[in-house]
């Protein structure tokens, strides 16, 4: 079964160094999401894409953190400088077409900043 | 005000119970509902999905819409240890933006 693959696993860096992840996505699907879940809250979308093209980032501090989807397929996101208030999961969905359609989920990162 | 409110539990039931997991949500442009579950230091899975009001059922698990009160179920029957996790509501409506619940982490003990 295809899975949306995503690394690395875990992270732990010091403030103010700069961060990556790297996801891909289920293959065919069109739209990528980078998400943010901090402890005990519920996933809070960063960025779209649909190919590669951001669609929103309306709730992507773009002071420090930078998406993108080159040739529409793998995805990176960059953090620089990171913050303790950083420390978060940061999950990679994908989906066929729109929000309507399932997204599915990755194994996420979780990141902690020092 | 949070557009999509749900009880962060911990909900602590024994194996067999029928378990209710709830959300309300005061965006009344929402019109369709999921329920995801989230296995600790793994990513969600969906679990159900509706559209607009009703009940839906796939196995043990039975989703319910109610727009007019704005408050979702998802209704768990004979429950099994391996459904401890965390179940998130998840909602989608005019802006294309899933809006997700703080989750409710359940507990099902032998």
């Known amino acids: 079964e295809a899975e949306v693959a995503q690394s690395p696993r875990y992270k732990i860096t010091e403030k103010s160094q700069a961060v990556a992840f790297w996801c891909d996505p289920i293959?065919?699907?069109?739209?990528l999401y980078w998400y943010r879940q901090i402890l005990g809250q519920g996933p809070e979308l960063l960025v779209q894409?649909?190919?590669?093209?951001?669609?929103?980032d309306s709730q992507l501090p773009k002071d420090r953190f930078s998406a993108e989807r080159l040739k529409g397929v793998d995805s990176t996101l960059k953090i620089q400088p990171a913050e303790l208030g950083d420390s978060a999961m940061y999950l990679c969905?994908?989906?066929?077409?729109?929000?309507?359609?399932?997204?599915?989920f990755g194994p996420g990162t979780r990141l902690t900043v020092l | 005000q949070k557009e999509v409110e749900q009880d962060p539990g911990p909900l602590s039931v024994p194996e067999g119970a029928i378990v209710s997991l709830n959300c309300t949500y005061s965006?009344?442009?929402?019109?369709?509902f999921m329920w995801y579950r989230q296995y600790s230091r793994k990513g969600p899975e969906l679990l159900m999905y509706?559209?607009?009001?009703g009940n839906k059922e796939d196995g043990r698990f039975t989703a319910q819409v109610d727009k007019s009160s704005k408050y979702i179920s998802l209704f768990i029957r004979d429950s099994q240890p391996s459904d401890s996790a965390t179940y998130l509501c998840?909602?989608?409506?005019?802006?294309?933006?899933?809006?997700f619940g703080t989750g409710t982490r359940l507990q099902v003990f032998p």
């Open positions: 965006n009344s442009a929402f019109q369709y």
């Open positions: 509706t559209y607009s009001s």
């Open positions: 894409f649909q190919d590669e093209s951001v669609v929103d």
């Open positions: 293959s065919g699907h069109a739209t």
């Open positions: 998840a909602m989608l409506g005019n802006t294309d933006k899933l809006i």
């Open positions: 969905a994908s989906s066929l077409g729109t929000s309507k359609d399932t997204q599915y």
